[in-house]
């Protein structure tokens, strides 16, 4: 535990917090939030159960997005957002009720049993056929993780990993990053699987966020490495928001909450508790 949190530490210049303005969207915004909560509360607000707020997250859900895969302890940068936002809509953390969900049955279209979903979604323009998402509360690089003597293991360049075996979780911006700028990578259900590969030398590196990079360097390998970060001259990184069912009547009223947390330097005080103010990762060019 020591190990990782050191570790963890190390992450976060690069995954900067972005203020940006709400998704555009044709869902009718319900009730305005402000520094002080929801003006009329959760009553005001459409969600599936009368005056609770229903949160999806993955299962399990990992550090140090979420704390000993516990959401509802509000420990874990992911689990302490939704907290924030909750409270800025106006409700207690009594009224936020957790459930589970698969990150593809999450973005796929179609009615939904939670009001928000939240597990490292990067905004697409793909996605957004089919979901929603607030504005964004976090935005990260991808990054490469592999072990000690590695082919990997001292690559200084995306040219470098050309030719080498990388493993990336399927349906993630990691896939398409990887396919466009290296090489098309082995693909698998989940980062535990790829992990899983890299442990037992099937692939080279596994590529995802930065965050998690860090998690399974240091967590999940004895001898793992994050060799480096993959720039994103587009975007500055992934963007990463909460998922709503298409054409919530909640996305304005949760992106206003986000952007208040923003605003009001709480996020920036969640990202530096749970994630990190400086990094050790060089960029690959």
């Keep these: 535990m020591i190990r990782r949190r050191t570790l963890l530490a190390t992450v976060g210049a690069a995954a900067t917090v972005l203020a940006l303005a709400a998704c555009s969207g044709t869902a009718t915004p319900a009730a305005s939030s402000s520094s002080s909560g929801a003006a009329s509360g959760p009553a005001a607000l459409s969600t599936i159960t009368a005056g609770k707020l ?8 990992y550090s140090p997005w979420v704390e ?5 302890s509000g420990k874990g940068f992911e689990s302490a957002v939704t907290y924030a936002v909750a409270k800025q809509l106006g409700y207690a953390a009594s009224d936020v009720v957790w459930v ?14 939670w009001d928000l979903n939240i597990q490292q979604f990067s905004i697409t323009d793909e996605r957004k056929k089919a979901v929603d998402f607030s504005s964004p509360y976090y935005t990260t690089t991808q990054a490469v993780v592999t072990t000690k003597g590695s082919k990997a293991d001292g690559v200084t360049t995306l040219a470098g990993l050309k030719g080498l075996t990388i493993g990336v979780a399927a349906s993630t911006t990691s896939l398409q990053v990887v396919t466009a700028k290296i090489g098309a990578p082995k693909v698998y259900n989940s980062n535990d699987d790829a992990v899983q590969a890299l442990k037992t030398k099937q692939i080279d590196a596994v590529v995802t966020d930065l965050p998690t990079a860090f998690y399974i360097a240091g967590a999940q ?9 993959i720039a994103d001259s587009t975007t500055g990184g ?3 928001a909460f998922v709503l069912p298409k054409n919530s009547k909640l996305t304005t009223p949760v992106s206003d909450a986000v952007d208040a947390i923003t605003k ?15 990094v050790d990762a060089p960029v690959l060019q």
């Design 100 to 113: 589970r969900s698969t990150f593809d049955s999450a973005i796929t279209p179609g009615a939904k049993p």
């Design 221 to 229: 390998l004895d001898d793992g490495v994050v060799a480096g970060q």
């Design 54 to 61: 229903t949160v999806a997250t993955g299962q399990p859900a």
């Design 238 to 240: 992934d963007r990463f």
């Design 68 to 72: 000993d895969d516990k959401p509802q």
């Design 264 to 278: 009001s330097g709480e996020l920036k005080r969640i990202t530096d508790k749970w994630l990190s103010s400086e």
